[in-house]
């Protein structure tokens, strides 16, 4: 089993062999087994036309909500299977917000952009049965541009950082509760205060607590009592723009996050760590560094347990753009360079993995960037062989009950992955969740399902993975 292990204290990312020189290895230019594969850039007929995937969200039905633009936000949800897009402008202008899935699967989006690097007092909430998006309550008047939205185990919504209306820090700390059955709208309510910046990465961790990298210092919450411990520094500067990612863990859960990359128009590092949150005292781990210096690459987890970055730059935000995606194997010591995209993704990108293994790659909203155009990047993994299947597995399993998946594949691994909500090297729900096999027989296996603080309730991608890595195309399941 290729499973990624992080035990305690320990980041087996990095464990793998160089080649004699110490050098990548590298191989034939174009082999999709090695690289991937690219689509050309395409533009979905109709109300695409006006919108830049500055930020991307992966939708409970397989579909895909993206909006961005100059102004005003404009959005659409495309449908990969059919190559369709309608349109579904938010009420407001919500690009540089944060949004997340709620466990319903309805999308909370706050905040956004007023004039210079201001924030605007807004929070919505996105159906996408309806397709409609409905006003909620906010909980000042002070706004929030480049704010985080964290779903807790309760299935409240933590939202904090960002800029204020007036452009200052927004300190406040607010927990929105969804609506009661049969409402529309939720409520919210501040709970402390605290400076978490701009897009904070936030991630719950298998205690219940809430785990927070930015660019001046990591913390962790308790939400028992909604306060704050500081956590050392990490060992790089990462300053702004870096990609983070709550790294695969074993089925009880991931306690270790990364900072991968990042910088500004001051410069831009290749530096990149790892914190384990349950190892006392707390320190930073190195990382393979990054085949280059990049800030701004979409952060994405696939199915396998790799990370892969897509996107981003080498100096500020749009100049020395980086077309190559970047793979860190599990086991690996580096980066892969994979094939590159056409389209810059050099900032205000996005990307987030799809059901059926590929990537969707969006936004850019800089002169001579991509725009409008969109593109999708089947990994190495789809050209490395015959694929897992999924012949049934269940649409709901409750928190520490156990299931069976019906395949062929009984020697598969089963991973459940959480539907991405990505912008601004951000993915405010990555998740990738192991699931303990706790049986194995001719024609399926059974599955444990995790904790609700592994597997916070919600909707899930579950894949089978191959022994060499090669996922099946997901099945949908709510869990919880
Ligand atoms: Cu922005």
């Known amino acids: 089993m290729a499973a990624l292990v992080l035990a305690a204290g320990t980041a087996t990312l990095g464990a793998g062999p160089v080649s004699a020189s110490g050098a990548p290895a590298t191989a034939p230019l174009g082999d999709p087994s090695v690289e991937g594969s690219w689509t050309s850039p395409f533009t979905p007929a109709g109300p695409a036309s006006r919108v830049i995937g500055v930020h991307t969200v992966l939708l409970y039905n397989g579909k895909v909500l993206t909006f961005g633009n100059l102004t005003p936000t404009v959005g659409y949800v495309y449908d990969p299977v059919t190559g369709t897009a309608t349109e579904t402008d938010p009420p407001a202008d919500v690009e540089c917000g944060g949004m997340t899935a709620l466990e319903d699967g309805r999308i909370l989006v706050v905040g956004g952009r007023g004039l210079k690097n201001t924030g605007i007092n807004n929070i919505t909430l996105f159906d996408p049965a309806t397709l409609t998006w409905t006003a909620q309550p906010t909980a000042s008047s002070r706004g929030r541009y480049y704010p985080t939205v964290t779903r807790l185990p309760d299935g409240e919504v933590l939202i904090s950082g960002g800029n204020t209306t007036t452009g200052a820090n927004n300190t406040d700390v607010d927990v929105y509760t969804p609506p009661p059955a049969g409402s529309n709208v939720g409520t919210i309510r501040n709970v402390g205060q605290h400076l978490g910046g701009l897009y904070p990465r936030q991630w719950v961790l298998p205690n219940g607590t809430v785990l927070e990298e930015t660019s001046r210092k990591s913390a962790i919450l308790d939400p028992a009592t909604w306060t704050w411990t500081t956590l050392p520094a990490p060992i790089t500067r990462h300053k702004s723009g870096f990609s983070a990612y709550l790294l695969p863990g074993p089925p009880s859960g991931s306690t270790v996050a990364a900072m991968v990359g990042g910088g500004d128009g001051t410069g831009t590092t290749a530096g990149a760590e790892s914190m384990d949150a349950a190892v006392s005292p707390v320190s930073w781990n190195r990382l393979p560094s990054l085949p280059q210096s990049r800030a701004h690459m979409s952060p994405v987890i696939l199915p396998d347990g790799s990370l892969l970055g897509v996107g981003g730059n080498s100096l500020g935000n749009f100049q020395q753009p980086q077309y190559s995606a970047l793979q860190l194997v599990p086991g690996s010591s580096s980066w892969t360079t994979l094939a590159s995209q056409v389209d810059r993704r050099g900032y205000h990108s996005s990307a987030v993995l799809l059901p059926d293994g590929t990537v969707f790659s969006a936004g850019d909203t800089g002169a001579g960037g991509g725009g409008i155009a969109d593109e999708i990047f089947s990994p190495p993994y789809l050209f490395q ?96």
């Not at 928190?399 to 069976?404: I, L, N, V």
């Not at 993915?427 to 916070?456: C, I, K, N, Q, Y």
């Open 385 to 480: 062989g015959a694929r897992p299947t999924v012949t049934a597995a269940p649409s709901q399993a409750d928190h520490g009950a156990s299931f069976t998946i019906t395949t062929p594949d009984v020697n598969s691994r089963a991973v459940l992955m959480s539907p991405g909500a990505a912008t601004h090297t951000t993915d405010f729900s990555g998740r990738h969740v192991e699931l303990a096999v706790t049986d194995r027989s001719d024609t399926g296996m059974t599955v444990a399902v995790p904790s609700d603080t592994v597997a916070l309730t919600g909707y899930y991608m579950l894949f089978l993975v191959s022994s060499t890595g090669v996922p099946s195309v997901a099945s949908w399941i709510h869990i919880g």
